[in-house]
């Protein structure tokens, strides 16, 4: 299952409802708003390495930057895809969950 995040850590808990919900080997998309869940020095950055041990994390690489971060600040694990790459993981999954 793919699960999209598209809140910030800081002003919803969806991150957190959705890492502490899905199940591993699934995989987990941060989207919008919700690419501030994967970076590096935050208090979300505890949570993302817990489920980094089983689960596939990712990040939109152009949410990034629109928000003006670089890949370089993303924590370590969590992969950075475009467009095509989203495209990709959600053929991939055979069911996404939004998490609002």
Known sequence: ???TVNKSPFDKTSLEAC??????GSAVLMIEDGVYGALKGTRAEG???AALQD?????LGPDLEAR???ADAVIEGIKVV????FVDLVAEKNTVQSWL
């Open 1 to 3: 299952m793919l699960h």
């Open 19 to 24: 890492l502490r919900l899905s199940q591993a």
């Open 47 to 49: 949570m993302v390495k």
């Open 55 to 59: 689960r596939e994390v990712y990040v």
């Open 68 to 70: 003006g971060m670089r």
């Open 82 to 85: 475009d467009y095509g790459g």
